[in-house]
């Protein structure tokens, strides 16, 4: 079962690059926990996944590379040739220069419309080359600018052409902090569509990735590559090849029992259903023992209705309404935004 990739604006070329390349790391770094078989068959599976056929020996990305300006596709387009391990397909990639600033109602009104044919083409041409499509990996910013609106725009496109397959989203929630004064506002449109459209959201936020930097790796300058490389290995993590630990003698003796408790999980949900446990005997990359969770939870609420309520004070004055409007996206498409998503914390509150 195949993935297709797609790497959306800045924020998912950059991440992109980094997970191809922490996957592929993975994959042919040396391992002693398992047998030779065993190591052969997780590289054939991963291999299967991520990457297409070879050009030259080199495996290719599966992947499609979309962003506004042609600077960010260029460098990661030449940073995976450059590595002689693996690359982006010769015609992976689609660049239009915008022609008015960053912007979120611009990017799903405008750029997305108007270069949907081309973007679908590539996705289309990416997916046929998958002898059995699982779905697809959507990798963009939930809080900026054209990206973010363009991201939201295909995405629904997906769900409207390939309503059979998985689309997972995986969205950086912007430092609380604040990066552009709008975030707030392109945050409940991302999400709001994102949930219409999108089977599943999987969510990094960056102050917690930025702690993970500075307390546990120690790093005293942290950029943007440290936060990409630890939001890569935690995503490789995820996606390496398992298999169901389900009722083995292992999984029903070790620690992982505490996650068999009722009262962690909602009552309309049976702890069997609710926790599933994949494992393998093969390492991830360097690492001698690693684990991941992934978890579907109260987490999120404070931090979503921090965003919806500052997105309602700023709405409630009208600020910056205008850099929206001028784009088709109306006082009424923010009213049904903030609906939905106060929905959202309701329900997550009552679980």
Request: with cysteine.
């Amino acid at each position: 079962m195949s993935i297709v990739t797609l790497q959306l604006g800045q924020c998912g070329n950059q991440i992109g690059f980094e997970v191809f390349d922490a996957l592929f790391s993975d994959s042919h770094c040396p391992q002693r926990l398992c047998s030779k078989r065993e190591n052969e068959a997780y590289q054939a599976s991963c291999k299967e996944r991520f990457f297409s056929e070879e050009e030259n020996g080199v495996p290719i990305a599966r992947a499609v590379l979309v962003d506004m300006e042609p600077k960010v596709i260029n460098q990661t387009l030449l940073k995976a040739a450059q590595s002689g391990r693996w690359k982006y397909g010769q015609h992976s990639g689609f660049c239009q220069k915008q022609g008015s600033g960053n912007n979120w109602a611009y990017g799903y009104s405008v750029h997305g419309p108007r270069h949907e044919e081309p973007i679908l083409n590539l996705i289309q041409k990416e997916a046929e080359k998958c002898d059995s499509l699982s779905g697809f990996f959507i990798i963009m910013s939930m809080a900026g600018g054209t990206g973010s609106g363009l991201g939201a725009f295909v995405t629904q496109n997906l769900q409207d052409q390939y309503s059979s397959s998985l689309k997972m989203n995986q969205i950086i929630w912007p430092y609380g902090t604040g990066e552009v004064i709008v975030q707030n506002y392109n945050s409940i449109l991302t999400l709001s569509h994102l949930y219409r459209s999108s089977d599943a959201l999987l969510v990094h936020e960056n102050d917690a990735v930025h702690k993970i930097c500075a307390k546990l790796m120690n790093i005293k300058h942290i950029s943007f590559s440290d936060i990409n490389q630890v939001l890569a290995h935690q995503l490789g993590s995820v996606f390496q090849p398992t298999y169901s630990a389900e009722g083995s003698f292992h999984y029903r003796r070790n620690p992982l029992g505490g996650f068999k408790d009722p009262a962690l999980y909602t009552s309309w949900l049976a702890p069997d259903n609710a926790f599933n446990v994949w494992k393998t005997q093969r390492a991830f990359s360097k690492y001698e023992k690693s684990a991941a969770l992934v978890s579907n939870s109260q987490f999120l609420v404070k931090p979503l209705d921090v965003i919806v309520g500052k997105a309602w004070n700023m709405f409630a004055s009208k600020a910056y309404i205008h850099q929206y409007t001028k784009f088709g996206i109306e006082e009424e498409d923010f009213l049904d935004s903030f609906t939905l998503l106060e929905q959202v914390v309701a329900s997550y509150r009552n679980l």
